[in-house]
C-alpha cells in the first residue's frame, strides 16, 4: 500500500510537542514533563485526525547549540526530520508569546523547502491572543489555535494539513506498485472456509498445478501471491497479483496453533489486497462464518466480491443464488449490492466474468471525485431530504471533502453534525454510492464541527 504521507512537530523546548504528539497517534508513545528537553531523539508513530491517516514525528525542542554536545545532536535529529516530512507543524506557546528562539526557528523553517503549518498552542481560554498577534511577524500567516492537551482546535489542525497530506499521499501512490493506474498489478487475495476450493481456483487461472490441493482441510497454511496475467477477452492482457489464503474457520473452532498463525496470516493478507474474493461452496450455501469474513474484509476497507464456486454440479440453482443475495443483503447492512459471481474452478467457467469485475470494483475503490462534482452531490441530497432539527434545532451541513481513496473517504462539517442521526448518513452513504459511481464499495464518512476555542457562540 502507499506510505503515509509525514508530518513533523518541530518548535523550540517544552511547547507541548510530545502532548500533541501522544493526542495524534491516540496513546502516550512520548514522555510528557515541564521540563525542557525531555525529549531527545525523534520518536514516530501512526496518527489519525478526522479520517487522515498520516506518520507523525515528534522531534526534540531545536536549541542553537554545537553540533558536538547533546543539544547540538538533538537539534540534528530534527533537522533529519524535517528532510523526511512532507509538512512540518511548526508549534509555539501562544502564552509565552514569541521568543528569539522561536523567530530563529522560523528563519531555519524558511529556509526550507518543506510546507510549514503554524499552530499555537495553549490557545484556549484568553492568556494567548498576544502571543498569537505576536507569531504573525513569523510571516507564516494566521495559527491554528489549538490546545494539545485538551483536544481544543483539532477540526482547525485538519483542515490546514489537509491539502499538504493530500499531495503527499496522491504523489506516494503514484510511487507504489499498488497505485491506481489501469495498467497496475491488480491485488486480488482469495480467502473462505477451509476446502471451498481456493488453490483449486487459482490453478484453473494459471493454467497449472501451482498450489497443493486435496479433499483434505486445512492445506494452505501459508498466504502464496503468485503473479500471473490475465487475458482480458475485451482488451490487452492485465497483470495481477493471486493471493491464496489459508481457510478461516470459526474461532472456537480453531485449536491448532499452526492453524492460528494461518489464519492469521490470511487476514494479514487481507490487510495488502486491493479486492478481496470470498469464495463459497455453492453446494453448502452461505454460513454464518462467510458473513463474519465478508464483514472483516469490508471493515478492513477493501472492496469485496462474492464468487459462489463448485456452480457446476449445485441443484437448485436459481433459488440458491437469490438465497445468497437475499442473506447478503441483510447480514452486511453497511453496504448493499455486493457483486456475486458463479464460478466453477473445475472447469474454469465464470473466471473471466470474475477478475473483470474485480477490475472494475478496484476502479470505484481508487476513485476521486472532483470537487465541482462532488459539492453538486451534496446539494442535491441536502436539498432532496435535508437534516433533521433535533429539538427544534437545525443541523447545518457547511461542506464535503474527500480526504483519501482506496477506500474513499469524506469528512463533511457542519453544526450540530454530532447530533445526526445514523439514519441520515447511511442515506448520504447510500446516495454517494448510486450518483458518484462507487457501486458497493466501502465507503468511510466523517462528521465534523469546526471548533474555534475562541467562539463560544453556538452557531
Known amino acids: 500500500m502507499p506510505k503515509l504521507p509525514v508530518v513533523a512537530i518541530v518548535g523550540r523546548p517544552n511547547v507541548g510537542k510530545s502532548t500533541l504528539f501522544n493526542r495524534l497517534v491516540g496513546k502516550k508513545l512520548a514522555l510528557v514533563d515541564d521540563r525542557p528537553g525531555v525529549t531527545r531523539d525523534r520518536r514516530e508513530g501512526d496518527a489519525h485526525l478526522i479520517g487522515l491517516d498520516f506518520r507523525v514525528i515528534d522531534t526534540a525542542g531545536y536549541e542553537d547549540h554545537d553540533a558536538q554536545t547533546l543539544p547540538g545532536r538533538m537539534r540534528l535529529q530534527t533537522e533529519a526530520a524535517l528532510k523526511q516530512a512532507d509538512v512540518a507543524l511548526f508549534l509555539f506557546d501562544s502564552r509565552a508569546g514569541i521568543v528569539p528562539l522561536d523567530e530563529e526557528i522560523a528563519r531555519w523553517l524558511r529556509s526550507s523547502t518543506t510546507p510549514v503549518v503554524l499552530a499555537a498552542n495553549k490557545a484556549e481560554g484568553r492568556q494567548g491572543e498576544q502571543g498569537i498577534l505576536e507569531s504573525l511577524a513569523l510571516g507564516f500567516g494566521d495559527p491554528v489555535q489549538l490546545s494539545a492537551e485538551h483536544g481544543e482546535g483539532m477540526g482547525d489542525l485538519f483542515e490546514a494539513l489537509l491539502p499538504h497530506l493530500e499531495r503527499a499521499e496522491a504523489e506516494g501512490e503514484a510511487e507504489e506498485e499498488g497505485d491506481d493506474r489501469p495498467d497496475a498489478p491488480l491485488k486480488l487475495a482469495i480467502v473462505g472456509r477451509p476446502n471451498a476450493g481456493k488453490s483449486t481456483l487459482i490453478n484453473r487461472m494459471l493454467g497449472e498445478d501451482r498450489l497443493i490441493t486435496g479433499p483434505e482441510a486445512g492445506i494452505t497454511r501459508d498466504s502464496i501471491a503468485v503473479d500471473w496475467m490475465w487475458h482480458d ?3 490487452a492482457p492485465r497483470p495481477v497479483r493471486l493471493i491464496d489464503t489459508a481457510g478461516m474457520r470459526k474461532r472456537a473452532k480453531v485449536q491448532d496453533k499452526l492453524e492460528k498463525l494461518s489464519v492469521a496470516d490470511a487476514l494479514h493478507a487481507v490487510d495488502f489486497a486491493e479486492v478481496v474474493v470470498l469464495l463459497l461452496d455453492a453446494t453448502l450455501g452461505l454460513e454464518a462464518q462467510d458473513l463474519r469474513i465478508a464483514d472483516r474484509v469490508l471493515e478492513e476497507g477493501r472492496a469485496l466480491i462474492i464468487a459462489l464456486n463448485k456452480w457446476d454440479i449445485a441443484e437448485n440453482a436459481s433459488s440458491l443464488f437469490n438465497g445468497v ?83 474513499p473517504s469524506f469528512v463533511i462539517f457542519g453544526t450540530r453534525v454530532d447530533q445526526l442521526p445514523a439514519s441520515y448518513e447511511r442515506y448520504l452513504v447510500n446516495s454517494m454510492r448510486r450518483e458518484l459511481g462507487f457501486g458497493a464499495v466501502p465507503v468511510r464518512l466523517t462528521l465534523r464541527a469546526p471548533k474555534n476555542p475562541f467562539d463560544r457562540k453556538d452557531d
Open 325 to 407: 443475495k437475499k442473506a447478503l443483503e441483510d447480514g452486511l447492512s453497511q453496504v448493499k449490492g455486493v457483486t456475486v459471481i458463479t464460478v466453477s474452478a473445475a472447469t474454469g467457467k465464470g473466471i473471466d466474468q470474475l477478475v473483470g469485475a474485480a477490475f472494475e470494483v478496484r476502479e470505484a475503490w481508487s476513485k476521486r471525485v472532483g470537487t465541482g462534482e462532488l459539492n453538486r452531490w451534496f446539494e442535491r441530497a441536502i436539498e432532496a431530504n435535508p437534516p433533521p432539527a433535533p429539538g427544534g434545532k437545525r443541523i447545518k451541513m457547511r461542506y464535503v471533502t474527500q480526504i483519501k481513496s482506496r477506500p
Open 233 to 235: 477477452p475485451k482488451g
